[in-house]
């Protein structure tokens, strides 16, 4: 496995923070996306520097797919550090009238101030901001309730920064995915790509389908053995993906097993959301 830090900052990525700097005097409050499986690993670094001193609240993702025991420990983490956390199952239609709520509640002084003024109540400006493929397209089209925000199950769908219109007097600042520029800590950068935030091409297959493989075996043995039929890891991992080869049919002519196609295997079912109850950072 290479342990060098892995470059990965396309060029709309810089484009972005810029962006949201230049438009940081128009937002009223930050939504700050990060996936409930890999809670550490998907928060953005120095985001708080970035976005300064606007209230903010982090909307931890793709809750029904977590380990709500283990991720209930980082929500009380992030608590601790005076962060509004609110836990979303985005397949919910109903999932954004909550945050809807919450972002009022957190803006009630503000407007209050207004309306002691004379002034009509403001329309909130949200910036939504998060890795590759944490669900922010969904979030927002889950509070505007219509397909206004192009989604998919891949990093680097949302290209620009746009407003969105809500009728829930919200404006919706929808941004593309953000890492940074240098993924320097190899068990982050692994579990961002196995959940899909880093492009495939960006890491070998076979080293993301075995990280995953590890934290199974390591946290979910059940799952492990009702996936793939296997009890435990061994250290000859040709052993392994022949097991898991001829459990998924990952075979090619003459019976051999693809361990190219087994690596894909793997790596498509957490995509896919077919191992679930998983929560890779432990605190």
């Known amino acids: 496995?290479?342990?060098?830090?892995i470059q990965w900052y396309p060029g709309h990525m810089a484009k972005t923070k810029r962006l949201i700097k230049e438009k940081l005097n128009l937002i009223d409050v930050v939504y700050e996306l990060i996936d409930a499986r890999?809670?550490?690993?998907?928060?953005?670094?120095?985001?708080?520097d970035l976005i300064s001193d606007i209230p903010k609240i982090l909307v931890m993702t793709k809750w029904d797919l977590c380990d709500q025991v283990e991720s209930e420990k980082w929500v009380k983490y992030y608590e601790e550090k005076g962060y509004l956390v609110y836990k979303v199952d985005l397949n919910n239609p109903n999932s954004g009238k909550k945050l809807i709520n919450i972002t009022h509640d957190?803006?009630?002084?503000?407007?209050?101030?207004r309306a002691g003024k004379g002034l009509k109540e403001k329309e909130i400006r949200a910036l939504v901001i998060g890795i590759p493929n944490v669900g922010k397209s969904t979030l927002i089209n889950r509070?505007?309730?219509?397909?206004?925000?192009?989604?998919?199950?891949?990093?680097?769908?949302?290209k620009n920064l746009s407003f969105i219109k809500t009728n829930s007097?919200?404006?919706?600042?929808?941004?593309?995915?953000?890492?940074?520029?240098k993924l320097d800590n190899q068990e982050i950068a692994l579990n961002l790509a196995s959940m899909s935030a880093i492009k495939s091409e960006i890491l070998p297959l076979d080293d993301v389908a075995i990280h995953i493989l590890n934290k199974l075996d390591k946290y979910y043995p059940k799952i492990l053995k009702q996936r793939y039929n296997l009890e435990k890891l061994s250290d000859d991992y040709c052993e392994v993906y022949d097991k898991i080869g001829y459990k998924v049919g990952a075979l090619i002519r003459g019976g051999e097993v693809d361990y190219d196609k087994v690596s894909l295997t793997v790596v498509n079912d957490l995509k896919n959301g077919y191992i679930k109850g998983i929560t890779f950072d432990r605190r």
């Open 1 to 5: 496995m290479n342990n060098n830090p």
């Open 38 to 48: 890999i809670p550490l690993s998907s928060k953005i670094k120095d985001i708080d």
């Open 106 to 113: 957190l803006m009630k002084d503000k407007q209050n101030l």
């Open 143 to 158: 509070m505007a309730l219509r397909s206004a925000a192009t989604t998919g199950n891949i990093p680097g769908v949302t």
């Open 169 to 181: 007097n919200i404006l919706l600042l929808d941004s593309p995915g953000i890492l940074w520029p």
